[in-house]
C-alpha cells in the first residue's frame, strides 16, 4: 500500500484527506456484524439519552470500545491507519479513542464541533480517523467539514439545537464557512485535522443506518491530553504515560480584520466543564 503524495499536501492545506477503499467489503461487514452483537449482548447507555422513542436509545454509540474488546483495538492500531498517519503528519501518533455510530434512521445528527475542544493535546492537535461502514450521502446524515478551518484556534461553544443534535454543544461560523457534505462508501477512512470544523445532519431515511467506525489520534510530540483519554497508547499497542491537559481557557471567536472574518484567541471557554462528557 502507497500513500498518495498528494495526500499529505491535501491535509495540511485543506486539514482532511480520504483514503478510499483502504479497507475491505469483509472487514467492514465483519465491523458491523460485530458492533450489532455489542449493542445486543452488551447493550451501553451513552450520551444520557433516557426517551425510549428515540432511535438513539436503542442504538447508543459505543465508547471507548478498545479498552475491553480486542476487535476494537486491533482496528484502532491497525498499520494502515498507522501508515497513513506517518504520511500526513510525519511521524507516527499516539492512540487515545475509539468510538462506534450507529446512526440508525430517523436519528439526529451532530452539530459542528472541533475535536480538539474535547480533547485538549498539548502541543499539537488531535486528528481523526473516520471509516464509513455504509455508504454515507446526505439523505443518512454523512459527514460534513468546513475546509481549512483546521488554521483556527478552537473556537468559544453555544448550545446547539438539540431537536436536531444529540450533543449540546457547537460553534458559529461567519458567512464564507460553509459545511460540505462528503459522499463515503463503506470501506473508505477520512483523515481530518483536530481543528477542522465538522458535524452532520439527522438521518432522513427510513430504512439505512449510517454507521461509522472512529479513531482518535494524537501528535506524537504531544505531552498531554484530557484525563478522559487515558491511558495513551503507541502504534503498537504499548502504554506512554502522558500528562493531563487542563480544560477551559481561552478559545476563537470571530472578528472583522482588513475587511475579513478571522478567528482569534480573545474569548474564554465557560462552558467546557459540564459539557466535557460529550466527549466528541
Not at 55 to 63: E, F, G, K, Q, T
Not at 208 to 228: N, P
Request: some cysteine; hydrophobic content about 35%.
Amino acid at each position: 500500500m502507497t500513500v498518495p503524495a498528494t495526500s499529505k499536501s491535501e491535509f495540511a492545506e485543506q486539514g482532511y484527506t480520504l483514503a478510499r477503499g483502504l479497507f475491505s467489503k469483509q472487514e467492514v461487514e465483519a465491523l458491523r456484524a460485530h458492533f450489532h452483537r455489542v449493542n445486543r449482548d452488551h447493550h451501553r447507555a451513552s450520551d444520557n439519552i433516557t426517551d425510549a422513542s428515540d432511535p438513539l436509545a436503542r442504538y447508543p454509540r459505543v465508547m471507548q470500545p478498545h479498552r475491553w474488546d480486542e476487535t476494537s483495538l486491533n482496528w484502532m492500531i491497525d498499520p494502515r491507519l498507522n501508515q497513513w498517519m506517518r504520511a500526513i503528519l510525519g511521524r507516527e501518533p499516539y492512540a487515545v479513542q475509539t468510538m462506534f455510530y450507529f446512526k440508525p434512521p430517523g436519528a439526529r445528527g451532530q452539530a459542528l464541533h472541533q475535536d480538539q475542544f474535547y480533547l485538549r493535546v498539548d502541543p499539537g492537535t488531535c486528528v481523526a480517523a473516520w471509516l464509513a461502514i455504509d455508504r454515507c450521502d446526505e439523505a443518512n446524515g454523512c459527514l460534513r467539514i468546513v475546509p481549512g478551518t483546521h488554521d483556527i484556534p478552537v473556537l468559544c461553544t453555544l448550545d446547539a439545537d438539540t431537536e436536531v443534535s444529540f450533543t449540546a454543544d457547537t460553534v458559529e461560523l461567519p458567512p464564507g464557512y460553509e459545511p460540505i457534505p462528503l459522499i463515503m462508501e463503506p470501506g473508505d477512512v477520512l483523515f481530518f485535522n483536530g481543528q477542522l470544523v465538522h458535524g452532520s445532519y439527522p438521518n432522513s431515511t427510513a430504512d439505512r443506518f449510517r454507521r461509522a467506525m472512529i479513531g482518535h489520534y494524537i501528535v506524537g510530540e504531544a505531552e498531554a491530553v484530557a484525563k478522559w483519554y487515558h491511558p495513551v497508547l503507541r502504534m503498537d499497542g504499548s502504554e506512554i504515560n502522558l500528562g493531563v491537559s487542563e480544560q477551559g481557557g481561552p478559545c476563537g471567536v470571530w472578528v472583522e480584520r482588513d475587511g475579513e472574518q478571522v478567528a482569534v484567541l480573545e474569548g474564554l471557554e465557560t462552558r467546557q466543564e459540564h459539557r466535557s462528557r460529550r466527549r466528541a
